[in-house]
């Protein structure tokens, strides 16, 4: 699925066929995993280093997965896209 334009809107794209196409590699700031994170797993407590977008770390979210247990962890959501619920056994009840 793509966008439709025409060549004169943006001489950086490139159309074909009416879908508009944008390397992402000529936008600024958008080298796709090139920043180290390095982050200690809670469930199983092993050091993981994975390599993740700037951009979605600036202005998105990034979710990884640990290398030992193979849990999946959210460790950047600036937009607050995804809020979380923690259910269980509440201690309050009797």
């Known amino acids: 699925m793509g ?5 004169s809107d943006d001489p950086d794209g ?4 009416g879908v508009y ?3 992402l590699n000529d936008l600024e700031g958008a ?3 090139s920043m180290l994170v390095s982050f200690t797993c809670n469930a199983c407590g092993g050091r993981t ?6 951009l979605a770390w600036a202005k998105g979210m990034v ?4 290398e030992q247990c193979k849990a999946w962890h ?3 959501d600036s937009q607050n896209m995804v ?3 923690r259910f269980g056994d509440n201690s309050d009840d009797e």
């Open 3 to 7: 966008v439709s334009a025409s060549s």
């Open 63 to 66: 979710i990884v997965q640990c």
């Open 49 to 54: 280093e994975r390599l993740v977008n700037p």
């Open 74 to 76: 959210k460790v950047a």
């Open 31 to 33: 080298s796709r995993r």
């Open 14 to 17: 490139s159309v074909e066929d």
């Open 21 to 23: 196409r944008v390397d």
């Open 83 to 85: 809020e979380e619920y």
